[in-house]
């Protein structure tokens, strides 16, 4: 009498899934097709089906069928990328970056390529010379509309935070105590207050950071002052270590002075160094 074999018991096909220990990372995708591409080889390397992944997503077969052929008319929704990354263990920073990546203007994606580019080429030289300690060039946005907060949360009028219509290349520049101060973001001078320092067209590259009396600096003031930004050299009237009003000092004698109250005053981002662009021949 034959032995009887018994069938193998079935498991998912997340259980038959490798361990992975840390997520998997995703790269930046140049357009949905490779997105798509990306999460379907991820998903097939996790052996799982569409019915699994449906399972553990709670998004429909259908839909997870149309993100992976590009169909979707767009990146999924940030709550079902969260759901994508825990089902696929993909880190969901880099997940949400890849999708962010593709809702951006692609006349800005290009733009941020060419920037990179530029980057990349400004620090060969260096490093064929063997020239230690070059300075860092990256590309900052030039801010149009400032709004209150911090630099890093600034967005250039309807585009997504630390995107812009334009960019300026801007190397971070070196302290005596070896850190270094990060370029933020560059405004267009407007208006002649700060002339003959600063011409109207001049770019200003700023950044984050402790202000000093005497710097010359962007200021963002509040509701009361109408949220008006201004480039000013700044000084500070204290009463004992308060600060109390900023004195903004135009450097052209036909612009008056003004002071504002401290708790006016929403952001101040000292210049680091100006692009003056060419005039004339």
């Known amino acids: 009498m034959s032995k009887k074999t018994e069938a193998p018991s079935k498991t998912s096909a997340s259980e038959n899934a490798p361990p ?99 980057q990349e080429s400004l620090a060969h030289p260096a490093r064929r010379l063997g020239i230690a300690g070059a300075l860092p060039v990256r590309g ?52 002649d207050s700060m002339a003959p320092d600063y011409a109207e067209g001049d770019l200003v590259v700023v950044a984050e950071g402790a202000a000093a009396d005497g710097d010359d600096c962007l200021v963002r003031l509040g509701a009361r002052e109408n949220f008006a930004t201004t480039l000013k050299r700044i000084y500070f009237e204290k009463e004992g270590d308060t600060i109390m009003r900023l004195r903004l000092v135009p450097l052209n004698p036909a612009h008056a002075t003004w002071k504002v109250k401290a708790e006016e005053v929403t952001g101040v981002y000292p210049v680091l160094y100006k692009i003056t662009p060419r005039r004339g021949r």
């Open 140 to 191: 900052v946005p030039v801010i149009n509309k400032v709004a209150a907060g911090r630099a890093t949360d600034f967005g250039d009028l309807d585009y997504p935070v630390n995107v812009a219509d334009h960019y300026v290349p801007a190397p971070d520049l070196p302290c005596a105590d070896g850190t270094e101060v990060r370029a933020s973001f560059a405004v267009r001078v407007t208006g």
């Open 20 to 118: 992975h220990s840390t997520p998997h990372t995703m790269p930046r995708a140049a357009s949905l097709e490779a997105l798509g591409a990306a999460l379907r080889h991820r998903r097939e390397t996790l052996g799982l089906t569409l019915d699994a992944l449906t399972a553990l997503t709670a998004i429909s077969k259908p839909y997870l069928s149309n993100i992976e052929t590009a169909r979707a008319p767009g990146p999924p929704s940030e709550e079902k990328l969260t759901k994508l990354a825990a089902a696929l263990k993909i880190d969901e920073p880099s997940l949400q970056a890849a999708a962010d990546w593709l809702r951006t203007p692609a006349s800005v994606r290009d733009l941020l390529q060419q920037l990179e580019h530029a």
